[in-house]
Each structure stands twice: as structure tokens, then as C-alpha cells.
């Protein structure tokens, strides 16, 4: 696509429940990456994808958090048991490749809430 | 480890000029900028990868100096459009970038 699809673009759920966020990256860039911003706070790494490598979770943080990427392209950020600190802005970004050589595109983000 | 971004926050009337410093405590070989306007995601302005190399967007630019390990950006003749949150940004231990905490700017008639 054009640029990067997130979805959903908000997102309610009770504490405790899980929930599954969805990126599109843009099509041909091989590296994606999840972050999450608090309410106006910076930029967290959670978890970086390249290509077919094995993924960089080292941002997790917790084993609530994971994250999968089918077939070079969609990723799904999955939270189990939310808890109320889980809310926050999450976006995904991509990049043609990793590295730090090139441009991140950020999809809008999945505004998550937890009551 | 996150690189430090200042000031945290600078109002400026338009037409005036601003600098915004990140500075690393480790080796860079690039930096990357970002703006991020309110309920908006960040958007990229420019990457500078070798030392001293300076780039433009619009009338912003910026500078990165890998001996002082240090970026800075440069609004120049600022406009309403520039407010928002300015991100530096620089590769961390993995590939992966690792952003400063950010710095607002809020640009007035």
C-alpha cells in the first residue's frame, strides 16, 4: 500500500482480556518495528522485524506482549491479560530495510485503552 | 541508551529561529529526525549518515557531528505549520532506532 495500515485505529477493552493489533507495512520494505507512546511521552521500542531473521524482542516488556509477522509482510501485536498500564499509543513503523539507513514510515496507531 | 534531546519544550512567534540539540553517549553514524504534530504519528524529515553532512527540509536543517556525537536541528524563520514534537532518533544495539524523549515546539502568530 501507499503508506502503513494499522488497525484497529482505537481500541476499549476490560482489564484482563486480550487483544490483537494489526500492521500493514508499506509493500517492498523488509524491516517493521512496534513501538508504544504513552500519553505525552516519547517513543518505546517493543519489537523489530527483518526480513525473515528472527525478531528483536529485547523492547517487550513483559511476556504478555508478542508479536508475529506472517510471510515478510502483516504484523499482529497480540497483549494478553491487559492491564491498565497497557494503554498507551502503539505504532508500527517500517522501513525499506534496518539499520538506521533509511527513513521510518509510522502508521497512524492503535489508540489502546484499558478499563 | 536514549539519546538526550534539548530544550524540552520552546515557544517561538513566527518568523523567528530555533535550535534543537540530541546528543549521544555513544558513538552515532547516523541520526534521524522526526516531527510529530498532536494525535498524529511522527513523520520523517531527514537522516544525516556521515559527519558534518548537513540536510534540508522546507527551511529546517541539521547538522551532525559524530566526533562531539551530537545532532542538531535548525528551524529557520519558523511558520505555524513547524509546531509539534521534534524526535532525534539514532540506531541502538540492535537495528532498531532508539528515540530522545522528544522536544515541543509551539510556534505563535
Known amino acids: 500500500g501507499a503508506g502503513v495500515s494499522q488497525s484497529p485505529s482505537n481500541k476499549v477493552t476490560e482489564k484482563g482480556k486480550d487483544v490483537e493489533l494489526r500492521c500493514d507495512p508499506i509493500?517492498?520494505?523488509?524491516?517493521l518495528y512496534w513501538y508504544r507512546q504513552s500519553l505525552g511521552q516519547g517513543l518505546e521500542f517493543l519489537i523489530y522485524?527483518?526480513?525473515?531473521?528472527?525478531?528483536?524482542k529485547s523492547g517487550l516488556p513483559s511476556d504478555r506482549f508478542s508479536a508475529e509477522r506472517t510471510g515478510g509482510s502483516v504484523s499482529t501485536l497480540t497483549i494478553q491479560r491487559t492491564q491498565q498500564e497497557d494503554s498507551a499509543v502503539y505504532l508500527c513503523?517500517?522501513?525499506?530495510?534496518?539499520?538506521?539507513?533509511?527513513?521510518?514510515?509510522f502508521g497512524s496507531g492503535t489508540r489502546l485503552t484499558v478499563v | 541508551q536514549q539519546p538526550v534531546q534539548s530544550p524540552q519544550a520552546v515557544i517561538l512567534r513566527e518568523g523567528e529561529d530555533a535550535v534543537i540539540n540530541c546528543s549521544s553517549s555513544?558513538?552515532?553514524?547516523?541520526v534521524h529526525w522526526y516531527r510529530q504534530k498532536h494525535g498524529e504519528a511522527p513523520v520523517f524529515l531527514m537522516i544525516?549518515?556521515?559527519?558534518?553532512e548537513q540536510k534540508g527540509h522546507e527551511k529546517i536543517s541539521a547538522s551532525f557531528n559524530e566526533k562531539k556525537q551530537q545532532s542538531s536541528l535548525y528551524l529557520t524563520a519558523s511558520q505555524l505549520s513547524y509546531s509539534g514534537t521534534y524526535f532525534c532518533?539514532?540506531?541502538?544495539?540492535?537495528?532498531?532506532?532508539?528515540f530522545g524523549g522528544g522536544t515541543r515546539l509551539m510556534v505563535k502568530p
Open positions: 513503523a517500517s522501513s525499506l530495510v534496518g539499520g538506521g539507513d533509511y527513513g521510518y514510515t
Open positions: 509493500s517492498g520494505h523488509t524491516a
Open positions: 522485524f527483518q526480513g525473515n531473521s528472527a525478531p528483536d
Open positions: 555513544k558513538a552515532l553514524y547516523s
Open positions: 544525516l549518515l556521515k559527519g558534518g
Open positions: 532518533g539514532t540506531p541502538g544495539a540492535g537495528n532498531m532506532l532508539t
